[in-house]
């Protein structure tokens, strides 16, 4: 008897993964080159505000068609759900509208993806369904790859002469912010699973806007923003085209990708962020990449390879307990 034929459900979401990847890859050089004209909070509280403008229609008019339809209560828990999600959220936008200011562009995409480490530790204590991708060795090929390669990268950095070095803070900066974005990815599959992916994350998007705002507020009354007004025109399409591309679209790819493949192999996938990163520093910004951080990319892309193809083991050989609940 022959073995069923690999799950062609998985297409979508690695396809949203991937998507998503782009979106935010090319945030970086963007926030750097921001950084020459405005502070953290105002770039931050401007760039989700827009967002959140942008879903704020969508999250009006669906909650009041769940409340017609007689799911008013199942409209009214999401505002509750989404609160553990926003909480890493605010965290994680907060360290990365900061890291450009301690740390390169190219060096923020690569040692951000130390995120899958941590990734990996919550989705495994928090997620069961996740604990399935144990099962498979070329999930540990995939794992070993990426973090390699990162590390790989992130050496090279650390070995460079003194002048070239990422301070200390942002490296910290850049790792702390990992942390975050790894909790947020596994909350909300654990928070999130069976809520309509457009309405979640509009309803996160209207938190993490107005605390952003309340920060770049206080930031204000300490002296420490400077006013939009000194933003030139073609830096605002820049500020507002990456609002759109790396929120608006980019969380939306991100948590079908979650809710399709889990945070585990998301994460993996993401691990090609930094070369995209890279190109878009490369051609604005004039960062270059070494030989050694070259062949971490590559390893980078392996492992991204290898653990999607163990999610593909899994939800072939596991079946429905693949998809199951958190």
């Known amino acids: 008897m022959s073995r069923p034929g690999p799950d062609r459900t998985i297409l979508v979401p690695v396809l949203c993964a991937i998507g998503a990847t782009l979106c935010f890859g090319g945030v970086p050089p963007v926030l750097r080159h921001l950084s020459l004209y405005l502070d953290p909070w105002t770039v931050n509280a401007t760039r989700y505000s827009t967002a959140a403008l942008f879903w704020l229609p969508y999250v009006v008019v669906t909650s009041r068609r769940l409340g017609r339809g007689g799911a008013g209560r199942f409209a ?23 890291c450009p200011y301690y740390a390169e562009a190219s060096t923020i995409g690569f040692v951000i993806r130390s995120s899958f480490l941590f990734t990996v530790l919550m989705g495994l204590a928090f997620i069961p369904v996740e604990r399935l ?55 909300v599959r654990r928070c999130l699973a069976g809520y309509p992916l457009r309405l979640a994350f509009g309803v996160i998007c209207l938190y993490t806007s107005t605390a952003l705002v309340l920060v770049a507020v206080a930031a204000g009354l300490l ?104």
Not at 80 to 88: C, D, F, K, S
Not at 155 to 171: C, H, W
């Open 76 to 98: 009214r828990n999401i505002w509750v759900a989404a609160l553990i999600p926003t909480a890493w959220n605010i965290l994680g936008q907060i360290g990365w509208a900061v």
């Open 133 to 187: 991708l144990l099962r498979r060795p070329i999930f540990y090929v995939g794992a070993a790859l990426g973090v390699g390669g990162v590390t790989a990268i992130f050496l090279q950095k650390l070995l460079a002469p003194a002048d070239q070095q990422t301070g200390a803070t942002g490296v910290v900066l850049i790792v702390v912010t990992a942390v975050f974005w790894g909790g947020y990815a596994v909350s």
């Open 223 to 326: 002296g420490k923003t400077r006013p939009l007004s000194a933003l030139p025109g073609r830096e605002w399409a820049w500020m507002l085209g990456s609002a759109m591309l790396g929120i608006a679209l980019g969380h939306i790819l991100l948590y079908r990708a979650i809710h399709g493949i889990g945070p585990l192999v998301t994460n993996g996938i993401a691990l090609i962020q930094p070369f995209v990163t890279f190109a878009a520093a490369a051609a604005a910004l004039g960062e270059t990449m070494g030989a050694s951080q070259l062949a971490g990319g590559l390893a980078v892309v392996a492992g991204g390879y290898c653990l999607v193809r163990a999610r593909g083991e899994v939800d072939r050989f596991e079946g429905p307990k693949a998809r199951e609940a958190p």
